[in-house]
């Protein structure tokens, strides 16, 4: 009979005391998977992966904000840039893509974000090598939207669905009239697409207070440029101008039908609340972000940089204490377990004795509980990390469901590899004293109590 197996009948000896010492490691050790594989998702979801454009413009303001309100819609949009802004971006020789976003509203049923945007929206990947699935077929008319799996499921809409727009977020009850037609589903991916509806930007412009005052419009561009303000005589020509090239639609007097209504709106009258680009190379991003910050006009946010701040200063110290506290756990666990085993010593005394007498060298005696100290350790250790996959893997579809969040079930962390290593000299330090104890036994003295 090996020392092992000799130290696993000692271990189902006692077997209640044994099997409750062992599962309060498990418990820890499942708590610190848990942990460390919802912190890896995280960081997965807030990364650069949940993206895939070099830079976010915006208006000036909070880096952060325009990432979470342009990329998680879980912020207001800072302030809205002029349509010509964007033309601009779009020609400059760095930009090899430019799409431009306009936010602010939400679904009437559900409250999901409305982003308006342009086709070409949908044939940038979402993800490095992950396109966009989507199942039927892209804007062709101005009211056509396509809707996140999530919004699909929720609000139980298919193609053909109508859907209408709450001006100025869940909390406002002005509802729009102009109703748009799910034109396209996205198959989920596991990111704030998700829960998000999309409508074709041309539609957006033309509904009910998206298109600016012509006059306030023209003096804010002007503005936004460093342009001189025209005189009240330069101003009337250029509204009379534009007003004769693409016609009188006052959207605010109600005076025409909004339901399917299409007409040309100036761009000077359009505003974008973000403008996503991917430049040609690293090196234009890095230069067109220096440029916005130390012009007046907006600014361009390398999205994983304000990201790794949050990351950094919130979301990292609630792990590491999470770890602390998971740590404690096991480190109380093995407490437990010395305790055991130092406890039974006292009722193995002649056990030992009659080891001893019948050959067993003051090493083996002292392997032995070592050996069980160690399998109490490891073995509840293995428990725990079977328990924390398993509890990831049952909570997965659960998650996904109530989210849209798409977990793994097979997520890994490497540091799981140091589980079982620290586990292991844990064992060991735990099972030292009650093994101390053993080797010192006095033979002839405990044959003879």
């Given amino acids: 009979m090996n020392l092992a197996t000799i130290a696993w009948k000692s271990i189902r000896e006692r077997g209640l005391a044994s099997s409750l010492t062992a599962l309060s490691v498990a418990l820890g050790v499942m708590l610190m998977v848990a942990v460390l594989v919802i912190y890896g998702i995280l960081q997965s979801v807030f990364s650069q992966r949940a993206i895939n454009y070099d830079l976010i ?132 991916t596991g990111t704030p697409h998700d829960k998000t509806v999309y409508v074709n930007l041309k539609g957006f412009y033309q509904i009910q207070g998206h298109d600016k005052p012509l006059k306030e419009a023209i003096e804010r561009e002007r503005k936004f440029f460093g342009e001189p303000a025209l005189t009240d005589e330069e101003l009337k020509s250029e509204i009379a101008r ?17 339901h399917g209504h299409s007409h040309d709106l100036p761009d000077v009258q359009k505003e974008v609340t973000a403008v996503l680009l991917q430049c040609k190379s690293a090196i234009a991003a890095n230069l067109m972000a220096g440029e916005l910050k130390k012009g007046n006009q907006g600014q361009g946010v390398n999205p994983i940089v304000p990201m790794q701040r949050l990351f950094t200063e919130f979301l990292a ?43 067993a060298q003051r090493g083996t005696v002292l392997t032995i509980v070592l050996a069980e100290s160690i399998i109490l350790c490891v073995g509840g250790g293995l428990l725990g990390l079977l328990l924390g996959h398993g509890l990831v893997f049952a909570a997965a579809p659960i998650v996904a469901a109530k989210t849209g969040l798409l977990i793994d079930p097979r997520a890994f962390s490497t540091y799981e590899l140091v589980v079982l290593p620290v586990l292991l000299l844990m064992g060991a330090l735990v099972g030292f004293l009650p093994g101390m104890t053993a080797y010192q036994t006095d033979v002839a003295e405990s044959l003879n109590n």
């Fill in 57 to 188: 413009v915006g208006a000036k303001g909070d880096p952060l904000q325009l990432v979470l309100s342009t990329v998680y819609h879980i912020s207001p949009p800072i302030e809205n840039l002029p349509y010509r802004y964007f033309q601009e971006l779009k020609k400059d020789p760095r930009v090899a893509v430019a799409i431009p976003v306009a936010m602010g509203d939400v679904t009437e049923q559900g409250g999901f974000p409305i982003v308006g945007t342009v086709p070409e929206f949908f044939d940038v990947d979402y993800a490095p090598k992950q396109p966009f699935m989507v199942k039927g077929h892209g804007f062709r008319r101005d009211f056509d939207a396509y809707i996140g799996d999530r919004v699909a499921r929720e609000n139980g809409w298919g193609l053909g669905s109508k859907l209408k727009l709450v001006h100025g977020g869940a909390e406002s009850d002005h509802v729009h009239d102009e109703e748009f037609e799910v034109v396209g589903i996205l198959a989920p």
């Fill in 242 to 258: 534009i007003q004769k090239k693409y016609g009188v639609h006052d959207h605010s007097a109600g005076g025409h039908d909004h």
């Fill in 317 to 359: 110290p609630a792990q590491a204490m999470f770890l602390v506290m998971t740590a404690l756990i096991v480190l109380v666990s093995g407490i437990g377990i010395f305790v055991s085993i130092y406890n039974s010593m006292s009722a193995r005394r002649r056990e030992i004795a009659i080891m001893r007498a019948l050959g």
